[in-house]
Every structure is written in structure tokens, then in C-alpha cells.
């Protein structure tokens, strides 16, 4: 290599992987707008690749991490594999936790309160960092060239915990206390060996970090049900008017007794050249068994989360956005007239994509049938009038790109930054909402109608809160360019292609990487979220755009999320992320050009019980990962199928055994 190499990165700076019970897994996606094929054949996946295994088991979306070379200027020189003419050796470390049980109780982004805990019996007082007996931390594992072998990260929970007291007013399994308002007795058993994820290399030595399998489970005797106990008990708040985070509206966030597999952490790199030199990612190396200091400029992170089981559709508002609206300075159209195919229309497709996975998107519930995206509701914002309109941009169109910019919807404040009514972050308590300037009442009728990060209004309605930003609402940056196209002030543009990333040139491949992991993502509501927290909307956490900073604990950002993760997956049934996890899907017919719902969560359990749609909690534990895929249906020819602009899409890959009663057929 003619050019000195000064410093090397790792990419994407913030990566995700996602839980699947399989042992097979695919490389999520590396290039913008480019959907991965999952491997396999005679399936619907991109290349006729299977979201699942032959045994019916979801496979594990794993991410594959980088190192590219930076010259003196910033430039990048070339990605550094161990096919390199330079490069002798690539060593990685990794260091993941689950700190979700050690962690404070999730009690909404606008009543945060740090007296408060999960598990609050045990090592009680400390911070979520000092309470070792409620981390998973499996320590810091190595995978270097040469390696084919993967390293397996495992660790333990609830270690050295005999006996405690819960409250009655929990849901027991298989128990019920005579008097609910006195503390039952439970033991606790330890869980070991909980694995948290798996390192591999590819051919080339690139790090690919795959997640564990989606496992959950109550080390209590009696076990704890996962179940919002507000619902049963002196419904909406719970006892003692909800102050307890045990038995208060958001319990479901909190199980006590419960831990999960997910994890979040540290992914950093060192380089060995032919020439002797080590470059690390990490301060202080000078060789491959130098611990260093973490550099959050030049190492990365990981995060794992649930899977996504809509995987061509996006979100309106990605954790993408949530970044550039944190650092508006890299984004990378910031001095850009606005341009409708690359900046306005992805907004209004993702839009009409929730047709096909929102009961209230679609059209099909009363309330909504003549105001939704449906094929032919007057939503559909990809109906060739539509489209006529959206692309001219003279006068004559102006007052319906005008009609659609009033319809979208601002966030509270005049700033129009979420993290604004939400300022300070946390450990300390939000007060920016209780200030005039966030006051309002929320218009049901604005886009997009989805719930924000205050929670359910009417949730919030029953507890008596007046909370800004109940429902989700777009970015500055967004709504920004849906104003300049709204006043004609737009190139039209062209229908953006997705670019592979091998396709790309050397130095946008970096960034197409940074992006790339984190599109496919929820950037709201955070209630708490599905993939990351509220936590990402503040600079704060961050040493830049994609980079998380340098005193945060691996582990720390993401154990702000539900505890576990099944509970609060089951509960947002309801317009919070059909994307990812979708509230109903379709058979479609395309001679009558008709098509007709089902509850996406339907089947039986275990025990032959059918899937709740009122109180599916515990039964999420179960069927998370039998549930169907959400993908377009393709003509004969291999194109998309459309109808009246829109993709068809229709559920596939369901796993047949929800579809069995074992309990009721004995």
C-alpha cells in the first residue's frame, strides 16, 4: 500500500443483529435500500432464499463488521481484510452485556425515575452497573485470523439469590396467592451459561457477530407470568395508585425474576501489517495482547433485538433519521435542493406499506375505512393520480402537495426535535415537557397514526397525562424537504436504484455501511422501542453520528429496553411497528384484485390454547418465532406484484405448528 495508513475504523459504527431460534444465519443488510436473501432455496426471499430452516426454525440475522484504512486527510485508503497485500493478521475483541434487569424501571420516556428499579430487592441502591448479580456479562472475548471455530460468548444471572418477596398482585403461573395483597414468597434459582452470542469470521476475516437464539425465561419459584398486572388488578393504574413499578401500568417492561438474551457492547479491532506495524482501533496498543483504551471514533458497536419480520418494508422514521436529527451536520443532503424520488417519496412509500401489516392503515376497521392506504383508499399515496401530481412541479399542483404537507405531523415544541420535551437525558428526570412551549392537543388526523413515545393516548388519557408527542411524529430533516416540495421548490429526480455495496465506489462505502444497519430500524416511539431506546435521539451518548460514546458501559444503552423483550413484543400489537413486528396481513386475490385480513398473531400456544389477542403476553414467549413473514408476492415474470401503484404484500413462512392444537387433539 503506497499511501500511510494514520488510523483505521471499524464499519458500520452501530451495528444490529437480530434473534432468530435457528443455528443458520444470514449478513443483515450492508448497502442502503438493498434487502438481503437469507440463504437457501425455492423460497421468497431476493434470491429465492428461506427465512427459515428445514425445520421450520427462524434463522439469526447476523452483522458483519469492517475495517477500513484512513489517510492523513481523512481519506479512505482501502478496506483491510486478511486478503490484503499489507495486512498479516486481523485480531478482534468483543465485549457484549444484558444489563436489562440490573437496570431502572422503565416507567415511560416522560416519567423516568431513577429511584426506581427493576428487580428493586436485590442488590438494592446501587447503580445498574454495580449490580453484578442482574448482568450477563460473558467478559471479553478474542477471534483472530485463522480462526474458523467460533467463540461463543455465554454468562450468568441471579447468582447467590436464595430467597425474596414479590408482590401478590402479580400473575403467578400455575399459583395464586390467597390474599393478592400480601408479598408471596418465591426462591430463586440461578440461570448459567446464557449465551449471548456467537463470533465468527468470514473467508476473509471480517467479524461477523451472530446473535443468540431469543430465549427468555423466570428463575423464580413460583414463576412469574409475563403479564401486565394493572389489567387484572384495580385496572388502569394498579395498586397504590401504580407507584410500584412491579404492578403498575408498565409492569410488562419489568417482570421481575426474568432475563433475556439480547445484549449490546463494545466490537473493536487490531491490525497487524506484513511490515510489523499494529494499528488498533482502541488507544495505547502496541500489540495484539495490549488491552488499550476504547476510541469510540474508531470502534464500533453491536446491538441484538428481535427480528424483523417485514423485511422489505421501512419504517417512516428509522434510528438512521434519529441520528442525522442528532448530528444534522452529517447528513449527507444538508446543502441539497430537495429531491423528491431520493428525499419525499421513500417517506410515502414506507407510508403506504403499513397498509398490509396495520389494521388501521389498510382500511379494513370501520373507524378508518374511507382514510387509510389501502389499494384503493384515498391514502394511497403511490396511485398513478397521485404520482402524477407529486411530480409536477408547477403551480397547478401546488395545492395538493400542499394538502398532504399539512397533513404531517411535528413534533411538540418549536424546535421540532423530539429530545427537546424530553431534555435532560437520563439518570436525570425529563423536564422539558412541563414547559408551555409543549403543550398542545394531539390531532388524530395528522400523519403518520402511530403511537409516539409518550405512549398510547388512550393509555395516557386513563392515568390522567397530558404528555406531549403521543404520537409519532417526523424529523425536522424530513419535514423540511416535505415543505420545500409542498412550495415547488424540488428536482423531481429519478427512482432510486439500491446499490450493492461491492458496487459502490471505496469511499462511500463506509457510510452506505453506518446506514445501512441501522435503516431497517424503529425511530420511534420509543416506549421503550424495539431495536434501541429513546436514549439514541440524545447527542449526549454519542461521541458522533454512528459512533456511541466513550463512557458508556457495554450493555448500558440498550438495557433501557423491555425486560424481556417478549413482553412489550406481544403488547405492541397495535399501531406502534407493524414493519417489524405487524399487526394483521393478507390473502390477496389478483384475478378480483380483492384481498382479505387475518390477526398476524393467531395459532395456538404450547398447551393448545389459542393465541390471545387481548393478553398474549406470556404466549409471545412461545410463538415469537413460528410467526409469519410479511413479503412481496411476485408475478410469474419475477417482478413485484402491484396494485394501483402499490407492492402486494402477503404473509409467508409461517411455521405450520401454530396451526396445531397439541393439547386439544389428545
Not at 402537495?401 to 426535535?417: D, E, F, H, I, W
Not at 404520537?471 to 415547488?488: N, R, S, V, Y
Request: proline letters at 9%; glycine letters at 8%; a neutral charge.
Amino acid at each position: 500500500m503506497s499511501v500511510q495508513i494514520k488510523r483505521i475504523r471499524i464499519h458500520p459504527g452501530i451495528g444490529l443483529a437480530r434473534l432468530g431460534d435457528s443455528d443458520e444465519f444470514f449478513i443483515g443488510p450492508e448497502a442502503p435500500g438493498v434487502v438481503v436473501d437469507p440463504g437457501g432455496s425455492n423460497g421468497p426471499g431476493p434470491k429465492g432464499g428461506t427465512y427459515r430452516d428445514s425445520h421450520s426454525r427462524l434463522k439469526r440475522q447476523a452483522q458483519r463488521y469492517r475495517v477500513y484504512a484512513y489517510d492523513e486527510n481523512g481519506k479512505v485508503i482501502a478496506e483491510l481484510t486478511s486478503k490484503s497485500d499489507s495486512v498479516k493478521s486481523l485480531q478482534w475483541r468483543v465485549h457484549v452485556r444484558n444489563m436489562k434487569a440490573a437496570n431502572y424501571a422503565f416507567q415511560g420516556a416522560y416519567l423516568f425515575d431513577p429511584d426506581q428499579l427493576r428487580n428493586p430487592s436485590i442488590q438494592p441502591g446501587k447503580k445498574p452497573i454495580e449490580r453484578d448479580k442482574l448482568i450477563i456479562d460473558p467478559g471479553v472475548h478474542t477471534i483472530g485470523s485463522g480462526q474458523r471455530s467460533p467463540v461463543v460468548m455465554k454468562g450468568d444471572i441471579f447468582e447467590g439469590i436464595e430467597k425474596g418477596f414479590l408482590p401478590g398482585q402479580l400473575r403467578f403461573e400455575g399459583f395464586t396467592p390467597r390474599d393478592i395483597s400480601k408479598d408471596v414468597e418465591v426462591t430463586y434459582k440461578a440461570a448459567r451459561d446464557i449465551e449471548l452470542g456467537q463470533l465468527h469470521l468470514d473467508a476473509e476475516d471480517r467479524l461477523l457477530f451472530v446473535p443468540a437464539s431469543g430465549k427468555g425465561e423466570c428463575v423464580t419459584t413460583p414463576k412469574v407470568a409475563l403479564s401486565n398486572p394493572s389489567e387484572h388488578v384495580n385496572p388502569p393504574n394498579g395498586p397504590d395508585d401504580g407507584k410500584n413499578p412491579l404492578t403498575n401500568q408498565f409492569a410488562y417492561f419489568n417482570v421481575p425474576g426474568w432475563w433475556d438474551d439480547t445484549c449490546g457492547g463494545e466490537i473493536d479491532v487490531t491490525v497487524t501489517l506484513k511490515d510489523g506495524t499494529v494499528i488498533s482501533t482502541r488507544d495505547n496498543v502496541k500489540s495484539v495482547t495490549d488491552e488499550g483504551i476504547r476510541n469510540p471514533h474508531a470502534g464500533a458497536w453491536v446491538i441484538s433485538a428481535p427480528p424483523k419480520f417485514s423485511p422489505y418494508m421501512y419504517h417512516v422514521v428509522s434510528i438512521a433519521d434519529r441520528v442525522y436529527e442528532a448530528f444534522p451536520e452529517a447528513y449527507p443532503y444538508v446543502n441539497q435542493k430537495t429531491n423528491f424520488y431520493r428525499d419525499v417519496y421513500p417517506i410515502f412509500a414506507n407510508a403506504v406499506n403499513y397498509g398490509w401489516v396495520s389494521a388501521e392503515a389498510s382500511g379494513v376497521t370501520q373507524t378508518y375505512k374511507n382514510s387509510a392506504h389501502g389499494p384503493y383508499q384515498p391514502g394511497n399515496l403511490l396511485s398513478e393520480g397521485y404520482m402524477a401530481a407529486f411530480t409536477d412541479n408547477s403551480e397547478n399542483s401546488k395545492p395538493m402537495r400542499q394538502m398532504v404537507y399539512a397533513l404531517m405531523r411535528s413534533p411538540a415544541g418549536k424546535n421540532g426535535r423530539l429530545v427537546d420535551s424530553l431534555l435532560p437525558p437520563p439518570p436525570l428526570r425529563p423536564t422539558s415537557w412541563k414547559s408551555d412551549e409543549f403543550k398542545r392537543d394531539e390531532q388524530v388526523y395528522k400523519m403518520p397514526l402511530l403511537w409516539g413515545t409518550a405512549g398510547k393516548p388512550k393509555q395516557n388519557q386513563q392515568l390522567g397525562n397530558n404528555f406531549p408527542n403521543q404520537f409519532l411524529a417526523l424529523t425536522q430533516i424530513q419535514l423540511k424537504h416535505i415543505k420545500e416540495w409542498a412550495d415547488g421548490h424540488f428536482d423531481v429526480g429519478t427512482m432510486q436504484t439500491p446499490i450493492p455495496l461491492e458496487k459502490l465506489p471505496l469511499a462511500d462505502q463506509p457510510h452506505a455501511l453506518d446506514y445501512a444497519a441501522l435503516e431497517p430500524t424503529i425511530g420511534g416511539g420509543f416506549h421503550p422501542g424495539i431495536e434501541f431506546p429513546y436514549l439514541i435521539i440524545y447527542r449526549d451518548f454519542f461521541a458522533e453520528a454512528f459512533r456511541v460514546g466513550k463512557n458508556i458501559e457495554p450493555g448500558a444503552l440498550s438495557a433501557y429496553m423491555s425486560s424481556p423483550w417478549q413482553g412489550d413484543f406481544w403488547s405492541c400489537n397495535d399501531a406502534w411497528w407493524p414493519t417489524q413486528r405487524p399487526d394483521v396481513v393478507f390473502d390477496y386475490d389478483p384475478k378480483t384484485k380483492s384481498r382479505t385480513y387475518r390477526e398476524w398473531f393467531r395459532g395456538y400456544d404450547e398447551k393448545g390454547e389459542p393465541l390471545s389477542a387481548t393478553d398474549g403476553y406470556n404466549q409471545m414467549a412461545y410463538a415469537w418465532s413460528k410467526l409469519g413473514m410479511v413479503l412481496p408476492t411476485k408475478t410469474e415474470g419475477g417482478d413485484f406484484l402491484r396494485d394501483n401503484g402499490q407492492i402486494v404484500f402477503t404473509e409467508k413462512e409461517r411455521s405450520p405448528i401454530l396451526d396445531r392444537p397439541p393439547a386439544k387433539n389428545k
